[in-house]
C-alpha cells in the first residue's frame, strides 16, 4: 500500500521560483524521506527529517513535518531547469514493524527555462 | 566508488518465461530492497532482506522469488506467475546498524522489463 501521497500530482514552475510539493500520510511514523527520480532513473536521497523534527535544511531544500497533521513538505527555493524530476516522499512507519520505505505517489515538478 | 548495480538496463521476456533481475551492491549495507514502478506511478516493494539468508515479503510479493546468499548479491526472478511483469525494476539497500534509521536508501539505475 502507498501510504503517502504527495500533493500536487504535477507542477510547473518558471526558473527562479519556489516549488513547494506536499505530503501526508496515515500512520505513526519514525521519520519521513524525501527522494528525486530523473525519467528513467533511479531514486537519489534528498532529505531526511525524524518524527522529533519540525524543520530541516539541505543546500535548497527545506523540509517541514508535522506530525500532528501528518504532513510533510518540499521547498525547492530558487528553481533551476535541472530541478525538473519527480519528487517522492517516503516513510517508515513505526506501528508496522516493516523496516522498509513506504514510497508516495509522487510531484512531477516541470521548470521552464 | 561504491555504489548499486543492476543488470540488466533492458530486459525482454516472452509469455511463459522466468527472468533473473541482477542487483549488486558493494556499499557494506546489510539490507536490500526491490521494488516496481509502473509508469507515472510511485514505488511498491516486492521483496526486502536485511540480512544473509532472510528476506520478507512486500506488499506485491506474488509472482516474484528473491534470494540472498551473500550480503553483496540480492538477484530478483520474475516467474510466469506474473501475470503483468512489464515496469521498471528498483532495487536499494541500507545499512542497518545503529542510528539506521538517521540514513536514507542508495538505488541503483533500475532494469526496464518488457513482455513481448
Known amino acids: 500500500s502507498q501510504q503517502g501521497e504527495e500533493d500536487p500530482q504535477a507542477l510547473s514552475i518558471q526558473e527562479g521560483e519556489n516549488a513547494t510539493m506536499n505530503c501526508s500520510y496515515k500512520?505513526?511514523?519514525?521519520?519521513l524521506q524525501w527522494y528525486r527520480q530523473n525519467s528513467g532513473r533511479g531514486l537519489v536521497h534528498l532529505i531526511l527529517?525524524?518524527?522529533?523534527?519540525r524543520e530541516k535544511h539541505s543546500g535548497r531544500l527545506r523540509v517541514t513535518l508535522d506530525t500532528s497533521k501528518k504532513s510533510s513538505s518540499l521547498l525547492i527555493t530558487a528553481s533551476r531547469a535541472a530541478d525538473t524530476a519527480s519528487y517522492f516522499c517516503?516513510?517508515?512507519?513505526?506501528?508496522?514493524?516493516?523496516?522498509?520505505?513506504?514510497f508516495g505517489s509522487g510531484t512531477r515538478l516541470q521548470v521552464q527555462p | 566508488d561504491g555504489g548499486i548495480t543492476q543488470s540488466p538496463k533492458y530486459l525482454f521476456r516472452k509469455e511463459g518465461q522466468n527472468v533473473t533481475l541482477s542487483c549488486e551492491q558493494n556499499?557494506?549495507?546489510?539490507?536490500m530492497y526491490w521494488y516496481r514502478q509502473d509508469p507515472g506511478q510511485g514505488l511498491r516493494l516486492i521483496y526486502y532482506?536485511?540480512?544473509?539468508?532472510?528476506?520478507q515479503k512486500g506488499d506485491i510479493a506474488e509472482g516474484y522469488s528473491v534470494s540472498r546468499e551473500k550480503k553483496e548479491s540480492f538477484p530478483l526472478t520474475v516467474t510466469s506467475a506474473q501475470k503483468n511483469p512489464t515496469a521498471f525494476y528498483l532495487c536499494?539497500?541500507?545499512?542497518?546498524?545503529?542510528?539506521?534509521?538517521?540514513?536514507?536508501?542508495?538505488f541503483g539505475s533500475g532494469t526496464r522489463l518488457t513482455v513481448v
Open positions: 536499494a539497500s541500507s545499512t542497518q546498524g545503529p542510528g539506521f534509521l538517521n540514513y536514507g536508501y542508495t
Open positions: 500512520t505513526s511514523i519514525n521519520n
Open positions: 527529517i525524524r518524527s522529533n523534527e
Open positions: 517516503a516513510t517508515v512507519f513505526g506501528d508496522t514493524g516493516r523496516r522498509a520505505l513506504t
Open positions: 556499499l557494506n549495507h546489510d539490507a
Open positions: 532482506s536485511q540480512i544473509v539468508n532472510d528476506f
